[in-house]
């Protein structure tokens, strides 16, 4: 007898959808029932995702902050959130642009906060359960040297992570984050693949590898599933051990 997939017909909105880690998190939820609604900036890439599974595509730049109010707009009535949009501009602590924090910030912060007030406050008004996961770094607790706006984005992830939780836990609300390692997207792999960059980092992480995409994925979709029932607040570090040394 077959069992009914996780997330049959809810529908769940993921930001940062068409590459990476955020497209691997689609692909997932897709093939565990839900009816995902995938917001990138990139067109082509939520294309080919739609080609793939179906599901609803929102061109969005979420650093514009009117952009939250518009993709809550157009996805409509959803049951899960997954912030996972977020960028990376490498620059050395004496070197970083205003403009290159200022965007890491509006990215990797605001549209995390804008878009979980406005679903939030949706919930709270139909009296909605739902799930809300924050994508973080293990670069929130531990230094990346050329990473201080990134690092300092994804610090802010954590605690945003743990005051939402605090506040709307009593309307039934969980909201929590995941802190991934380096992980092997095509992007990580590119930027990693030079054993004189990665073997260092490497040596940092117990199980001596990089996380794969899935396996950040399945977290997700643990997080957001009525199995993590009693969770919530947490920073749940996917990192094969790396914030244990």
């Not at 039934?172 to 990665?198: C, E, F, H, Q």
Request: a neutral charge.
């Amino acid at each position: 007898m077959s069992s009914t997939p996780t997330f049959a017909g809810q529908r769940i909105l993921v930001t940062g959808a068409g590459k990476g880690i955020g497209r691997e998190i689609a692909l997932h939820l897709h093939a565990q029932g839900a009816r995902v609604i995938a917001v990138s900036r990139t067109e082509a890439d939520l294309a080919s995702l739609q080609a793939e599974t179906g599901c609803s595509v929102i061109v969005a730049d979420l650093a514009d902050p009117l952009a939250a109010a518009e993709v809550v707009r157009q996805a409509g009535d959803v049951d899960l959130l997954v912030n996972n949009a977020g960028i990376s501009i490498p620059e050395p602590f004496l070197e970083t642009k205003p403009e290159s924090f200022d965007q890491t910030m509006a990215i990797n912060v605001r549209a995390v906060l804008l878009l979980s007030q406005l679903v939030g406050r949706a919930w709270i008004a139909r009296g909605h359960h739902g799930a809300i996961v924050n994508l973080s770094s293990q670069a929130s607790q531990a230094a990346l040297r050329d990473h201080a706006a990134y690092c300092a984005s994804k610090g802010a992830v954590d605690m945003l992570t743990k005051v939402m939780a605090l506040e709307l836990g009593p309307h039934g609300i969980r909201v929590n984050a995941v802190n991934p390692t380096v992980t092997l997207t095509p992007m990580g792999t590119m930027v990693w693949g030079d054993p004189k960059k990665s073997g260092p980092m490497l040596a940092k992480i117990p199980l001596g590898r990089f996380a794969e995409p899935r396996e950040v994925a399945t977290v997700v979709a643990f997080l957001l599933s009525g199995d993590a029932a009693m969770i919530s607040g947490t920073t749940l570090p996917v990192d094969g051990g790396f914030l244990a040394t």
